[in-house]
């Protein structure tokens, strides 16, 4: 009351005049009759408007806090430079979501010159968030707010840090001791920590958790037990196994106890492989999935056959690949996908149209029609072959369906579909025996992005715009499952080699594996640095690998979902990977146009620790300004490439 | 409003107001100016940032015009058909029913038909080929240049005509930095500004490093000089000469294994019979007397006892100069290059010779009815007065009078002795 009775600026009568009405209102009368008395104001002929009154109620409070959060985030700053150096990495964690909910308050508090002067005295302080800032910055208003892809979430969602207790522990004494209850408030609504036992993070897990969206994922769902373990059959097993140091046990010679030792490793390797996949499989029948036909077990057991003898690529044996460049395409074609023995391409088009193409001296063939059909007889050994026209075979073919471009196309395990989705809002299935569309499925709300079969056929994965990863089977039109909780738009899916699991890649930077049973997200990984491009499970289902928009490549291992290793030498968006058919090499292309070849066993063997690129980049090759759409490792472990000629 | 006005980035109220006025709205207030800017920075960056998306989705390098629609239109999820119009309906009867028809709007097919067809964009293809074999990458057009070359722009070199025929008989690859520098150079040599054009020939006698590019330089010039003939360009001649010039004043080159290229080109300017389009306006005179001094100065630094360049040249024109039926141009140029090589030459080539070579200059020019001639035999004259005057009075002092003169060289004596014994000059008949 005495600082009210010194004041006199205006904006202070101002204050004054719409407490008075304030109390005028609730009928308060005493009070205004005290406080006009102290105040030394007569008569009530300026009483305030209703929405005046509100205005500079408001104004005044939210001002008053704000300085005050301004002072107390400025001794923060300071806080959290002179802690100790073991503490000061998980501390500063905690300075960057408080820069954006402080700046976001004064936007909405309509201080934008304030928010401007507090932005530009604390903007040096946030490392790694350069371009963040930048989007930060330009949101001025609160329908730009409301807009922002990025940080309208983090008005209504938490941000996630995980800190140890003492670190904790030593924050909130800070605060506390200070009373710095506004920037307690702002963590309790805005942030979520999530505290640990043991010691404090170590630089490279601090650089993870540096430049995600929304902090990182929480330990309790990477704690869920997930089955990432496979069931490979016996043949296939042993086909995996490194052919370089057991090839040549199965001779004669048991008698040779040098051949004999080999035999034995080879068996303890063979059990090693076994326990290291099927301890952790889930068990056959978890998802359902319709039994093999004769032809697809002859086609896996071909397959396997084929395996055995192929190459391996290590430093010492440099990787052979083989590209395929798509000419004309610039800006027509988006998406390129290869059946799994490299001998389809299929590419997604601008211009809404799939094609088709084949690679070998194969044509493609269409079925006869219906009636022709009915003539054949079923009993003849040759009935496959003679469902087909023969005169219309053909090196490539369109399909027509899309009302808008293509952004993904997907060929199943045997040759026989090809899924697509894109701007229209759909996914279509499309058959390589009738040459005609099957299904349009309809539910997603916003552009489909991309889509994903489950290696093991039936299911596939559908993510796009509307940030929905949508898990469909070929028996109904209607979605199986909806995944939701990813807070940006699904631009990259994967399904787990055991048929179990979907991985889904977002532009909020994060990836989540989402489990095809229960529908539930097991597994949210965070670290990297922009919109997550591309993922590739290995082929014993235990690893997953991602890029991003930035050119950088994480490993996970997905027993606890850690981060295992960080492979960077690209210089722009990773848009795809593909391991070798052992797990023992990565490739990755780029929008930097070059292909790129990874020791993943030097990778897995020496995790945790710093790796240089001269250990784990076995190659880099250079495209011909042809940016990198797909890549594939054919059944020999020839990399094969598919890129489009972009002058 | 909320204070912008310093915001670097914000829609001047300039433009917005410009805007207004073009849908008629006039005298727009300052509030209403400042919100249009504000929401159309806005949207802009809205779209811009969702544009990004799907460029990264179309995995494009460029952003395009493409993106930027996609991503102002929001998809909407089709699930049944519509039409713009209503769907409108025409009775017709028929046997007396009524029969209700879709009205379709009828087009006129000749217009489509006559209207030239839209360019057919080009077919993608798919082309396959070795990235990488075993590591090593196949030098191949498909895949990029080698690491070296980088620097270096990737243009064709072909936009002088000249430079295939190099490429076919050069015996050796040079290096791009060295092709584009022989583009720039050989394109200067033949410029029409004078300025550019002096520059870049006189760099020729001072560049060192001209060793590299000498083989197609030579060849260079040699057509040059092979075109120019042909098609009677003296000024393409000249800037030839002019460059092998300038290319024997080098000291840091050397020209040893190109003569064989070089002077049977330099002896052809010197003789042959028509080197220009308009032989008796124009000076080829000059030309053929620059080329004879090139001659003489190739000859003079070359010759060696290994190659007798000195003796094979005087060989050769002096077989030139016995022809009896020989232009009476070619004849003085023959004259003019051995004259040049020095009085030695001159008084045992030219001097025995010179009374029968001028009688038959004036047999074939009171004959001929060719303008061409009579400036042959004047331009003929003055040469051998001018050049062989002084060799005379070294090499032959015992001729001491006018009739010496004329009884050793004929006609041409007289006026040989008067040039010798112009005034200023040394007399011999004082003794």
């Known amino acids: 009351m005495l600082r009210l009775k010194m004041a006199s600026t205006e904006e202070d009568d101002q204050l004054l005049q719409a407490v008075l009405s304030y109390l005028k209102r609730k009928n308060l009368q005493q009070t205004e009759q005290a406080l006009r008395k102290e105040a030394d104001i007569q008569g009530d002929e300026d009483s305030l408007h209703v929405d005046k009154m509100k205005q500079v109620l408001t104004t005044y409070k939210s001002a008053q806090h704000q300085e005050r959060a301004l002072s107390q985030f400025g001794a923060l700053c300071q806080f959290v430079e002179k802690s100790l150096e073991m503490y000061r990495g998980e501390l500063s964690l905690v300075i960057y979501p408080l820069f954006v909910q402080i700046y976001l308050e004064l936007i909405l508090g309509n201080q934008p010159k304030l928010a401007r002067e507090f932005y ?59 009373s710095h209850v506004l920037l307690l408030n702002l963590i309790n609504l805005h942030l979520y920590v999530d505290v640990f036992d043991g010691l404090p993070k170590q630089p490279s897990q601090l650089a993870l958790s540096n430049s995600t969206m929304m902090g990182e994922g929480m330990k309790s769902v990477n704690q869920q037990k997930m089955h990432y373990g496979v069931l490979h059959p016996p043949a296939l097993l042993s086909a995996l196994l490194d052919p370089d140091e057991y090839d040549d046990s199965t001779g004669e010679a048991d008698t040779d ?152 196309v997907s060929l199943n395990y045997n040759k026989s579909l090809v899924l697509s989705c894109g701007f229209d809002c759909t996914a279509r299935l499309w058959s390589l025996q009738t040459h005609t569309q099957l299904v349009s499925y309809r539910a997603h709300e916003h552009t489909v992005w991309c889509c994903a079969w489950s290696p093991l056929g039936h299911y596939f994965a559908t993510g796009g715009a509307d940030r929905l990863v949508i898990l469909w089977s070929m028996q109904h039109i209607a979605p199986v499952r909806l995944f939701s909780g990813h807070l940006g738009h699904i631009t990259s899916l994967c399904v787990h080699p055991n048929g179990n699991y979907v991985a889904s890649g977002s532009s909020d930077r994060t990836i989540r594996i989402w489990d095809m049973a229960g529908g539930e997200s097991v597994r949210q990984l965070t670290g990297h640095k922009g919109t997550i491009t591309s993922l590739v499970f290995s082929p014993h289902g235990h690893l997953l690998v991602s890029g991003d928009e930035k050119g950088q490549i994480l490993v996970w291992d997905l027993s606890n979902g850690s981060h295992t290793a960080t492979l960077s030498n690209h210089t722009g968006t990773v848009t795809c990977l593909a391991m070798s058919r052992e797990g023992g090499t990565l490739v990755s292309g780029g929008m930097d146009c070059t292909v790129n070849t990874w020791d993943m066993s030097f990778v897995v063997d020496n995790a945790e620790s710093e790796l240089a690129n001269e250990d784990t980049l076995i190659n880099m090759s250079k495209t011909k300004e042809s940016p990198v759409l797909h890549l594939a490792t054919s059944r020999k472990n020839l990399v094969v490439g598919v890129g489009k000629y972009s002058p | ?178 092709q584009l520098y022989f583009k720039e150079l050989t ?78 080109s330099v002896i052809s300017c010197m003789v042959c019979t028509q080197i220009c389009g308009r032989p008796l306006e124009q000076d080829h005179w000059l030309v053929r007397g620059f080329a004879a001094r090139i001659l003489a100065g190739l000859v003079k630094s070359h010759n060696l006892g290994t190659n007798q360049i000195q003796s094979r040249v005087i060989k050769m024109l002096h077989h030139a100069l016995e022809k009896q039926n020989s232009s009476l141009v070619s004849t003085f140029g023959v004259l003019a290059g051995l004259c040049d090589l020095g009085s030695l030459t001159i008084s045992t080539i030219v001097l025995p010779e010179i009374r029968n070579i001028y009688r038959r200059v004036e047999l074939k020019c009171a004959t001929s009815q060719d303008p061409i001639d009579r400036h042959a035999k ?46 200023g000059s040394h007399i011999p008949m004082m003794k």
């Open chain 1, 120 to 178: 530009e005295k604390y903007k040096s302080q946030q490392e790694g968030r350069e371009d963040d800032l930048i989007e930060l910055f330009s949101i001025t208003s609160k329908e730009a707010l409301q807009l922002s892809s990025m940080f309208s979430h983090y008005r209504s969602n938490k941000y996630v840090i995980r800190m140890c207790k003492d670190s904790f522990n030593c924050l909130l004494s800070h605060l506390q001791d200070n």
């Open chain 1, 257 to 408: 106890p040098k051949k004999k030792r080999k035999k034995d490793k080879m068996i303890l390797a063979t059990v090693k492989l076994k326990d290291k996949t099927e301890s952790h499989a889930p068990l056959p029948g978890r998802i359902p999935y319709p039994p093999l036909t004769e032809t697809d077990v002859a086609a896996k057991n071909a397959m396997i056959q084929e395996l055995s003898g192929r190459y391996r690529i290590t430093h010492g044996n440099q990787p052979t690949i083989a590209f395929y460049t798509l000419l004309n395409a610039k800006e027509v074609v988006n998406c390129a996908d290869l059946s799994e023995d490299c001998t389809l391409l299929a590419t997604g088009c601008q211009n809404s149209a799939v094609k088709v193409w084949s690679l070998n001296n194969n044509k493609i063939y269409k079925m006869k029609d219906a009636a022709e059909l009915d003539s054949l007889n079923l009993a003849d050994e040759n009935i496959i072959d003679m469902i087909m026209d023969d005169k219309s075979g053909n090196q490539s073919l369109t399909l027509h369906g899309h009302v808008g471009p293509v952004y993904d």
């Open chain 2, 1 to 178: 409003m909320v204070e912008h006005a310093e915001n670097d980035n914000e829609l001047s109220s300039e433009s917005i107001k410009a805007i207004a006025e073009s849908v008629g709205v006039k005298d727009l207030n300052a509030e209403c100016t400042s919100y249009l800017a504000t929401q159309a920075l806005l949207q802009a960056r809205t779209l811009l940032r969702d544009a990004l998306k799907y460029k990264l989705m179309t995995r494009s390098l460029d952003l395009t015009t493409d993106h930027m629609e996609r991503a102002n239109k929001r998809p909407v999820p089709i699930y049944a058909s519509t039409s713009q119009k209503p769907r409108r309906y025409c009775m017709a009867t028929s046997r007396g029913r009524e029969i209700y028809g879709a009205l379709d709007e009828e087009i006129d097919l000749d217009t489509i038909l006559s209207e030239p067809p839209p360019k057919i964009p080009q077919d993608v293809q798919v082309k396959v080929h070795w990235l990488t074999i075993e590591g090593s990458t196949p030098t191949i057009p498909d895949n990029p240049p080698m690491e070296d070359d980088k620097l270096v722009i990737d243009a064709p070199l072909v936009s002088i005509d000249n430079v295939e025929t190099v490429n076919s008989v050069a015996p050796h690859e040079i290096s791009r930095e060295q």
């Open chain 2, 187 to 264: 394109t200067k040599c033949i410029s029409t500004d004078k300025v550019v054009r002096d520059e870049a020939v006189h760099s020729l006698s001072t560049d060192p490093g001209l060793a590299a590019v000498l083989p197609r330089l030579t060849v260079f010039i040699i057509e040059g000089i092979r075109v120019g003939l042909g098609d009677c360009k003296m000024y393409y001649i000249q800037y030839m000469l002019e460059m092998l010039d300038n290319l024997l004043q080098n000291k840091a080159i050397r020209l040893e294994k190109f003569l064989h290229d070089i002077i049977p």
């Open chain 2, 378 to 423: 004047e331009r003929i004259r003055e040469l051998l007065v001018r050049k062989c005057a002084h060799v005379v009075q070294e090499h032959l002092p015992e001729l001491l009078s006018v009739d010496d003169y004329e009884q050793k060289f004929g006609d041409i004596g007289r006026e040989m002795f008067y040039k010798v014994m112009r005034p």
